[in-house]
């Protein structure tokens, strides 16, 4: 009896563990900055966008280079996530939990760090952020064939309350 308290008490313990990890990581922010502090960013620790400010310049920027410099901006705050979520998973679960290897390996995985050379830099910068909607389709024109007699006559009877339904229901029981 006494290995089975053991066992509920150590599986208590590490679901409090994990609540608490749960708990901290949901209040993690990161904020980031543009080069000349225009453009500021604050992502959640899953990546999402959670706030952006855009302070007024002196001269009108194109909204090509303003959108770079928040997708700039964004991306760097993503990459940041792995580093802050390994103190919090430490702090809650310890380095020996599994767990928290593969959790980290995830963040790891959906927001890597920035290539340091330029050239690789600029095709990050490029990239599509981790985990980001898709965007939707354009709208195409679609061309519906004329309807058939038999879909006219449907329609017509409809119209007029003239179907041939006799109002009963088409599942009734055997």
């Known amino acids: 009896m006494a290995g089975k308290v053991d066992w509920q008490q150590q599986v208590a313990e590490n679901a409090k563990r994990y609540q608490d990890l749960n708990e901290r990581v949901s209040r993690l ?22 706030d952006l400010v855009l302070k007024e310049r002196w001269h009108p920027v194109p909204e090509s280079e303003l959108a770079e410099q928040i997708m700039e901006c964004l991306k760097r705050a993503q990459a940041k996530i792995p580093d802050l979520m390994a103190k919090v ?19 790891r995985q959906s927001f890597p760090e920035p290539p340091p050379d330029p050239a690789s830099r600029a095709a990050w910068q490029a990239a599509e ?13 679609k061309v519906t064939p004329p309807p058939t007699k038999q879909q006219q006559k449907d329609t017509a009877a409809q119209a007029a309350g003239t179907d041939d339904w006799d109002g009963r229901p088409f599942l009734e029981d055997v």
């Open 29 to 50: 922010s990161i904020t980031e900055k543009s080069r000349d502090g225009t453009v500021m960013v604050t992502v959640s620790a899953t990546g999402v966008l959670t």
């Open 89 to 107: 998973i430490e702090e809650a679960l310890g380095e020996q939990d599994s767990s928290a290897h593969l959790i980290l390996a995830d963040a």
């Open 129 to 141: 952020p981790p985990h980001s909607p898709k965007p939707e389709p354009q709208a195409v024109a």
